[in-house]
Structures are given as C-alpha cells and as structure tokens.
C-alpha cells in the first residue's frame, strides 16, 4: 500500500514536471537559444523573480523575467508560435479565474477580453494605444488581502503571488503576470 502511494506521488510529480513546458520548448528552433538562457536563469534565480509575458504591438511576443521591484532582469522578444500563444492563453486564463474568485475583478477590467487585448511596448504612431491597455483602479483592499496572504509566503497554484517565491504547489512554482495596470495581478502557474 505505502508503495503504490509513493509511486503515485512520483508519477504525478513527474506529470507536473511535464506539463510546465520550458519556454525553450514553445518558440521556433532559431530562438531557442536565447529562450534556453531565460529559462536557465527564471530557475537559477526563481525565489526572487516573476514572469511577465505578453503579446506586443509587433506581433510578437515579449517574455521577461523580472525583480519584484519591477526590473528587468532578461528578456527576449519572440515569433509567436500556436505552443507560445497557448501558454499565453493558459497564464491570462488563470490570472483572470484568480482575480474573480478572490472578488477583485471590479478593480480591473471586467473581461477576458480586455486583459487579453493588452499589447506591450509602444503603439505604432495614429493607432488608438487606449483599447489595448488594461485599465486599473487603485486598490488598497487588493494590496492589503494580498500583503496579509503574502507574508505568509504560501500562495498555491491559482492564487497571487508576489515572486516565485510564494509558490509553493510542487510544478507550480512560477508567478505570473500578463501585463496592463493591476500590478497586483500576479499569480502562481502551471504554465
């Protein structure tokens, strides 16, 4: 009995481990290299960082590890590829499902949609730069909820984090954020 639960577990883990595709494995062969340095360095330095990932006005895609001062640490532009916007998908999915459940969907923008429409990066000149922003309004009932829970450094899969470090569900561990002005919105991933 105690070994068909541990190889459960084990196997389980290993699907985990599966599911959370490298970015290395979602863009084209020619940007694997530079998405292989990004990844090497998001799990180098995974307990102080999060991952920002976002569609740009150029059709590509932007992935960024950064601080949680907001700094960039690394970054890389990419080709968007059906595994890439996948991902994407999957992370504003998540995201949104986490802000509605925690009751803080009235601070952002009230769809999918919108927090999908967002484009990072600089509009090209004579396009209206207003519909693909994510508008926010200030939350201090969001920064509070999300100290209080953040301080315990305990957040799982689903709910907000602040860095990698408050993930704590095993294949679950990256923090996310998607872009536009709710910089609260941040929240631990499979992706």
Not at 49 to 62: G, S
Not at 110 to 135: F, I, M
Not at 159 to 177: D, H, K, L, M
Request: glycine share 6%; proline share 4%; net charge negative.
């Amino acid at each position: 009995m105690h070994s068909t639960l541990v190889s459960t577990f084990l196997l389980f883990i290993s699907l985990l481990s599966l599911i959370s595709a490298k970015y290395a494995d979602l863009v084209s062969p020619t940007e694997q290299p530079l998405a292989t340095e990004i990844d090497s360095f998001a799990v180098e330095h995974h307990a102080e960082v999060y991952h920002f990932i976002a569609k740009t006005y150029e059709d590509n895609i932007i992935i960024q590890i950064r601080y949680e001062n907001d700094t960039v640490a690394i970054e890389g532009y990419f080709t968007e590829t059906p595994a890439l916007l996948e991902d994407l998908e999957g992370v504003q999915k998540n995201i949104y499902a986490a802000t509605v459940q925690a009751g803080l969907d009235g601070y952002s923008e009230q769809s999918l949609e919108t927090l999908q429409s967002y484009r990072y990066g600089t509009p090209p000149e004579g396009e209206n730069h207003e519909e693909k922003r994510v508008l926010c309004r200030p939350c201090r009932e969001c920064l509070r909820d999300l100290n209080n829970h953040l301080e315990k450094k305990t957040s799982r899969c689903g709910q907000f984090c602040s860095v990698g470090a408050n993930c704590i569900t095993p294949g679950c561990q990256r923090c996310y954020y998607t872009g536009g002005e709710c910089r609260w919105q941040k929240s631990c991933q499979i992706w």
